[in-house]
């Protein structure tokens, strides 16, 4: 007698559901571009989705209660010249993301708390130093305001975004990055490339510390730490066939297990959930999301089910554990965009029968606070992110964060001429980050009291006056421009009635006058023959 033992996991019977039509976000125009990227990012106060955009690059944001159509004029983030191509928010400040693009310049924005009431053009920093195009931007898992760039020329540039300066340039890859992942503290970084090989790299020194073949196949290749120090990839074989593995760091050669899945040609995306340990693959092109789950027990990735629909995806982000309702036991929310304008809403559920917390479901998931500056992290310190209880709920605590940038002086700067000090800006020579000062701290003022510093929220003020009152200018300056129209349009047809009525007198005079004319010329004549008879009959006389 055989039997077949069912393996215990809680997350068996996990399910997927899509929410319906009017609950998701419609006529959105994703971008077409061919780079293979998500397209999506997602956080509990936002969805950012890049989009079609005529004369450069954009994506539109959206706060999570606009739903349903979405207008076709519809406030953009559009200051690149270039299609974006890669999106992050900020894991330690929901209303900061970065973007990159074929522009070559990686721009950090802040997104104003209740989303966009005008295109936004102007970012906080500007990120200059890739020859070109950018096309994967990543946040450290723990340190404050530290970014990681890859672009088509084959640097990889990790930021300080506070100051615009490069930290750390890793310049040993051979051709482009496919993709780049922090490990669970961010002491370690893997990259995979087109050479096809996996890399591990101290992303403080920059120092290679091993490599090996990842996949055979010529096509995209993902990476991604999991939490427990273990590497999950995806890509393609000699065949292209899609395929999985899990490998140990300090055995890259020898894959734990590598798995392959179909022949479909779309590059799959790992997406992590390190609270439950399960990886989500979503494949671009494809019309299901696979879920897996990782354990110590072998086969260590076991399968766990399909999420079916009948739409081909081109974009998919997900949601981090904070966004999700634990209410009612959602361990996951995929954000799926179609090619019909659709994105649709995918919540994957537990079956739970009771109510209350499931504290097994829900372990102290990633908080929005940093555990770490981006000084102390670059001088060697490492923390594990800082964690926190969903029990009771989620409640966000950035509403007044924003991102300062901070400028460094530059002490080669010579001090500008003239009687009073004055401010401007120097571009930091460091790093190659361009960005705006209010200030230069090494120019000081020898007449006259200091001036008053602003807060950031009274500058911000400022500037909407300062908006508003151009507004209403310009509406003011088109109201003038029409009444000038209308009036000049009467004043034209008042002179064509006078001309023609000037016309019409004219002629009448001129008849006049030939009628006149003519009865002098009658009277001469009659007195002219009148002389003559009386010269006629005195000569008779």
């Known amino acids: 007698m055989s039997f077949r033992v069912v393996r215990s996991s809680k997350f068996r019977h996990v399910y997927g559901q899509a929410l319906k039509r009017e609950q998701c976000y419609d006529n959105i125009r994703v971008s077409k571009s061919s780079w293979d990227s998500t397209f999506c990012a997602v956080n509990p106060k936002f969805l950012a989705i890049i989009v079609e955009s005529a004369g450069g690059g954009a994506f539109i944001v959206l706060p999570h209660n606009k739903v349903g159509r979405i207008a076709a004029d519809h406030p ?20 900061v993301i970065a973007s990159g693009s074929e522009d070559c310049v990686v721009k950090v924005w802040q997104i104003p708390d209740g989303g966009l009431s005008r295109t936004l053009t102007e970012p906080v920093v500007d990120l200059v130093f890739h020859q070109r195009r950018v096309g994967l931007v990543l946040w450290h898992p723990s340190a404050l305001n530290v970014l990681l760039t890859a672009g088509s020329d084959n640097q990889v540039v990790i930021w300080n975004v506070g100051t615009g300066e490069i930290l750390v340039h890793i310049d040993s890859h051979p051709d482009i990055v496919y993709s780049a992942c922090f490990n669970w503290d961010g002491a370690k970084l893997v990259t995979t490339c087109k050479d096809k090989k996996i890399r591990i790299y101290d992303p403080r020194t920059g120092e290679l510390e091993s490599e090996a073949m990842c996949h055979e196949g010529s096509k995209a290749t993902r990476a991604i730490f999991l939490r427990h120090g273990l590497i999950f990839t995806t890509g ?15 055995a890259l050669n020898e894959p734990i297990v590598m798995v392959e899945l179909d022949t479909s040609n779309g590059v799959m995306f790992p997406l992590y959930d390190a609270d439950t340990n399960l990886i989500y693959l979503c494949g671009k092109g494809d019309s299901v999301i696979r879920y897996f789950e990782v354990t110590p027990e072998p086969p260590f990735v076991h399968y766990i089910n399909t999420f079916q629909t009948t739409e081909p995806q081109r974009g998919i982000g997900l949601m981090p554990k904070r966004g999700c309702d634990v209410t009612t036991c959602e361990v996951a929310k995929f954000y799926r965009m179609n090619n019909n304008g659709l994105c649709q809403v995918i919540s994957m559920t537990v079956p739970r029968k009771s109510d209350l917390f499931q504290e097994d479901l829900y372990p102290d998931t990633l908080a929005e606070d940093a555990a770490i500056s981006a000084e102390e992290w670059i001088d060697g310190k490492d923390a594990d992110p800082i964690t926190f209880s969903l029990k009771g709920g989620y409640v966000s605590s950035s509403a007044s964060k924003s991102l300062s940038v901070n400028k460094k002086v530059n002490i080669l700067n010579k001090p500008r001429g003239g009687g009073g000090g004055s401010s401007g800006a120097a571009s930091s020579s460091a790093g190659g980050g361009s960005y705006s000062s209010s200030a230069n701290n090494n120019e000081a003022s020898d007449a006259g009291p200091p001036a008053a510093v602003l807060s ?31 009036v000049n349009a009467g004043n034209g047809d008042e002179t064509d009635a006078r001309n023609k009525n000037g016309s ?5 005079a001129a008849a006049s006058n030939v009628a006149s004319d003519s009865k002098a010329s ?11 008879a009386t010269a006629a009959a005195q000569e008779a006389d």
């Open 76 to 95: 953009l983030v559009g200051g690149h010249k270039g299609p974006v191509l890669d999106i992050a928010w900020c894991p330690h400040n929901d209303n």
């Open 236 to 250: 393609f074989n000699r065949s292209s066939e899609r395929q999985y593995s899990l490998r140990a760091p300090d």
């Open 456 to 486: 950031e929220k009274d500058l911000r003020s400022i500037q909407d006056e300062i908006r508003k009152l151009k507004a209403i200018i310009v509406k003011q300056e088109n109201r003038i421009r029409a009444l000038e129209a209308k």
């Open 504 to 508: 019409g007198s004219g002629s009448s």
């Open 522 to 532: 009658e009277s001469a004549n009659d007195h002219v023959s009148t002389s003559a």
